[in-house]
């Protein structure tokens, strides 16, 4: 017996739902990055004009200084926050990810290794022992898909980790004193 079309189309079905899921996903958090990224240019921006402006009222030289000292120290505040909610939001769509893959490999072996039975269970084999090898096949072959599923979960759980951790802002370490 072969396997019916309804359940490979169910099968089908399911693969499509979860890689359009992964598309809506990879296209918000794109949304969420460009527009980080604009609003950061845009206020980068008008800090460089406000900042020019302030540089043409000025003649002291150590006002100008000042207030280049100032624009470059706010630049380079703004431009790490922005990488940090990047990284942010890399670490979210990596777990995110993480728990989707993790998902559809458990579900969907589960789906395949019942489809394999099923088309097994109806075909007329009379030797026992040909049917209990095919079985004992099936058995090994889901022990070693959940195997596998176990290690690839944890390995996005350990790579999600990483990430999360690269994202945290570096302390500095405390200046010395000569």
Do not use: H, W
């Not at 990488?83 to 559809?104: D, F, L, N, W, Y």
């Not at 969907?108 to 075909?123: L, P, R, S, Y």
Request: hydrophobic fraction near 45%.
């Amino acid at each position: 017996m072969a396997i019916k079309p309804e359940q490979l189309n169910a099968l089908q079905k399911k693969n499509l739902e979860a890689a359009m899921r992964l598309a809506q996903m990879s296209i918000e958090n794109s949304q969420r990055i460009m527009e980080l990224q604009v609003r950061t240019a845009k206020t980068l921006f008008e800090d460089g004009v406000n900042n020019a402006k302030a540089m043409t009222t000025t003649q002291d030289p150590q006002d100008m200084l000042r207030l280049r000292t100032e624009y470059a120290q706010a630049s380079t505040e703004r431009m790490l926050a922005c990488a940090r909610e990047i990284a942010e939001v890399a670490a979210q769509a990596q777990t995110e990810v993480g728990k989707m893959v993790s998902e559809q490999l458990a579900t969907g072996g589960n789906d395949v290794f019942e489809a394999i039975n099923k088309m097994f269970t109806g075909m007329p084999i009379t030797d026992q022992n040909a049917m209990g090898a095919v079985q004992g096949a099936m058995d090994n072959a889901r022990a070693a898909f959940e195997q596998m599923t176990r290690a690839s979960t944890e390995a996005f759980q350990a790579f999600t980790q990483v990430g999360a951790a690269a994202q945290q802002p570096a302390k500095r370490a405390p200046a010395r004193r000569k």
